[in-house]
């Protein structure tokens, strides 16, 4: 299979400690998308790279949160000094841009405790 | 501000039953997709409707857009139990500027039930 693939899948953390997520797209889609998601509400854009570059950020990406995609593939996602309202899960998704679908990973489940 | 509903919110239907599920949305686009979502799963793609009067349909569910009235629907017609589900409806902000940025309804939760 190869769809979009996230790691880890859950992730149990103090607040005040860093953590980071990983998101390896489908392989031909240049375009990568993070998404977050709270119990009972549809995921929220956070941000946006086509190949290396991030070209959009959401207002709900504060400093403490940081993305890359260094080589176009991959992309990581990063969030410091994590707080209580950082739990959620984070979801990742590709596309092929255009009108094309994007198609979201499994999620990355964030518990701060 | 932009804003994308969905009703009902929560949905309990009998199998063999049709329904109809509602996606307004306050911006102009003509692009809007709809997403099936099962527990712990993550989002999985049913329709992507790109012009006015567009209409798609996959086995039970078939999904329009009308975008001068801002409006998607998604029926559901002779409700079966695996169509249980959240269903969210998500417009696409390229209209507004941005590369594909999705804004989501809250979802509505279908249970079907013998």
């Known amino acids: 299979d190869t769809g979009v693939s996230q790691d880890p899948r859950h992730k149990i953390t103090k607040r005040g400690q860093n953590v980071t997520f990983r998101c390896d797209p489908i392989?031909?889609?240049?375009?990568l998308y993070w998404y977050r998601q709270t119990l009972g509400q549809g995921p929220e854009f956070l941000t946006y790279?086509?190949?290396?570059?991030?070209?959009?950020k959401s207002r709900l990406l504060s400093d403490r949160f940081s993305a890359e995609r260094p080589k176009g593939s991959f992309s990581t996602l990063e969030i410091q000094r994590t707080e209580q309202g950082d739990s959620a899960m984070y979801l990742c998704?590709?596309?092929?841009?255009?009108?094309?679908?994007?198609?979201f990973g499994d999620g990355t489940r964030l518990s701060i405790l | 501000e932009l804003k994308v509903e969905q009703n009902p919110l929560f949905l309990s239907m009998q199998e063999g039953k049709n329904y109809t599920i509602y996606c307004n949305y306050s911006?102009?686009?003509?692009?809007l997709y709809w997403y099936r979502q099962d527990p712990g799963k993550s989002l999985e793609s049913l329709f992507v409707l790109l012009s006015n009067g567009a209409v798609k349909q996959e086995g039970r569910l078939m999904a329009s857009l009308d975008t001068k009235a801002r409006l998607s629907t998604l029926h559901i017609t002779a409700a079966v139990h695996d169509l249980s589900a959240t269903y969210f409806c998500?417009?696409?902000?390229?209209?507004?500027?941005?590369?594909?940025?999705?804004?989501f309804g809250k979802g509505t939760k279908l249970s079907v039930k013998p």
């Open positions: 790279f086509q190949n290396e570059a991030q070209l959009e």
């Open positions: 392989s031909e889609h240049n375009r």
């Open positions: 911006t102009t686009s003509d692009r």
């Open positions: 998500a417009v696409d902000m390229f209209m507004r500027g941005s590369q594909g940025n999705l804004i």
């Open positions: 998704a590709s596309s092929l841009g255009g009108d094309q679908p994007q198609h």
